[in-house]
């Protein structure tokens, strides 16, 4: 049963067995793509006496993940990037996993090609770089997306094509080649086929791509200065009324502005994730936190307890949706009994906010429990209760004072209710399933649909 949900699993027999397992277990974790490894040990053999086993030599031959890539490969994707105009860096987590985020920053900055990062990649490439696009997609914005669709060659390490990035397929990149270089073997030619197909680690891949680049001089200068129209021309906003209801991208913002350091973000998933990719700039790898294609809710107030007690000096932000919160919400007890003081800010718009953009605009505005209400339950009163300050924003004048006076405190958890305008949908889109040529900007663009 668990092996369709894990990379692999092992059944303890023995108590013996332990030592070696989860040194093998570890390895398999860790290595190649990484994934989850299940140890099942029935209680009769957590009973049992042992002397301790020292854990020998890993011998796993049918696990080998290939680390280095072929050669002939990097040189054949060589001379695809030496003849390119338009091409795009295409980059994901694989990046952050492979630890290769200086070796894509050489890579870009020797070549002068442009970058795009995945929802599971920001941060991979600094935000606010001259070749920095930042996220495509369904919720990308225009430049990242339609770079893609220009491009004529997509250099793409550490991806998988996955339809958030893609829409339909059949529409994608239609005038690019294709260089796909992944660790695991089974995601190349998946959803689109590569001309160059390379598998191995992000890290040695990008040390043989500019091995093999050598001193070459790409033209891509006049590249570079269409998508900067592209950046001028259609830009990330919002409307933050003086005295209207408080807008997300607008309180991230500000919250970014009051942090000295760089924080450790975490998120759940629906609208605030998206806003949080769109509008946070992210410098540096592992300073971005989400559950990307699993699409789990409930995951930020967790992960952001483990990533605070991984890092403790490191200021660490668990960004959520009400919605989210509610489903694990419990875990602030834990965050209090253990004195693991990690600050909440939940963005509270009363309902399931995705949920509720998609009824909007596909459903004619037929909503079905995604409504939840502003009121219930009392989110600063259930910090308190659970042993965590709560504090409260409901307007533009509120925002400085109170996040200032959460980052103040740092010997408890702190959480943050945040009423946000229940109204407010994300742009850009893309319909799922469409075509990234066709992005929505904004509420007027929806009367084209």
């Avoid at 929802?119 to 935000?127: C, H, K, Q, S, Y």
């Avoid at 505005?365 to 219930?376: D, M, P, T």
């Avoid at 925002?399 to 405190?409: D, P, Q, R, T, W």
Wanted: proline share 6%; hydrophobic share 40%.
């Amino acid at each position: 049963m668990y092996m369709a949900a894990t990379k692999h699993n092992y059944l303890i027999t023995n108590a013996s067995e332990i030592p070696q397992v989860l040194k093998e277990a570890k390895y398999i974790a860790t290595s190649g793509r990484p994934g989850p490894v299940l140890i099942d040990i029935p209680k009769d053999i957590l009973n049992q006496k042992s002397d301790w086993v020292e854990p020998g030599q890993l011998d796993l031959p049918g696990y080998k993940p290939t680390l280095e890539p072929n050669p002939k490969m990097i040189q054949q994707a060589a001379n695809l990037i030496k003849n390119s105009n338009k091409p795009i860096l295409y980059v994901g987590g694989g990046i952050i996993h492979s630890k290769a985020n200086q070796e894509l920053f050489d890579l870009a900055t020797k070549f002068n090609i442009p970058v795009v990062t995945t929802l599971m990649g920001r941060g991979a490439f600094p935000d606010g770089h001259e070749l920095c696009l930042e996220m495509p997609g369904m919720h990308g914005n225009y430049t990242a997306t339609t770079s893609i669709q220009k491009s004529d060659l997509l250099i793409a390490i550490g991806v998988r094509f996955d339809d958030r990035v893609t829409a339909n397929p059949s529409f994608f990149a239609q005038n690019a080649k294709v260089i796909h270089a992944d660790i695991d073997p089974a995601e190349i030619g998946k959803v689109r086929e590569a001309q160059v197909p390379i598998v191995g680690d992000a890290k040695s891949v990008i040390l043989g791509l500019i091995n093999a680049l050598g001193d070459t001089k790409l033209n891509t200068e006049n590249w570079i200065n269409e998508l900067n129209s592209m950046k001028t021309e259609f830009p990330l906003s919002y409307n933050q009324n003086e005295n209207g209801p408080l807008k997300v991208p607008f309180v991230l913002e500000e919250l970014q502005s009051l942090t000295e350091e760089e924080a450790i973000v975490v998120s759940g998933v629906g609208q605030h994730q998206m806003w949080i990719s769109q509008h946070w700039n992210f410098t540096e790898p592992n300073t971005w936190l989400n559950s990307g294609g699993l699409g789990t809710m409930g995951y930020s107030l967790p992960a952001a307890i483990g990533a605070k007690t991984a890092y403790p000096e490191k200021l660490v932000l668990a960004l959520d949706g009400d919605g989210c919160f509610q489903m694990t919400c419990q875990e602030l007890i834990t965050a209090s009994t253990e004195n693991i003081p990690v600050k909440i800010v939940v963005f509270n718009n009363g309902n399931h906010g995705m949920v509720r953009q998609w009824q909007k605009i596909f459903y004619n505005s037929k909503f079905s429990a995604s409504e939840l209400g502003h009121v219930v339950p009392d989110y600063v009163k259930l910090a308190e209760s659970m042993g965590a300050v709560g504090l409260r924003m409901t307007k533009k004048t509120e925002v400085k004072n109170v996040f200032s006076e959460m980052l103040k405190i740092n010997d408890r958890p702190v959480l943050i209710d945040c009423v946000v305008d229940p109204e407010d949908m994300v742009f850009p889109m893309v319909p799922a399933g469409g075509s990234n040529d066709q992005i929505i900007l904004n509420e007027e663009d929806l009367k084209n649909l």
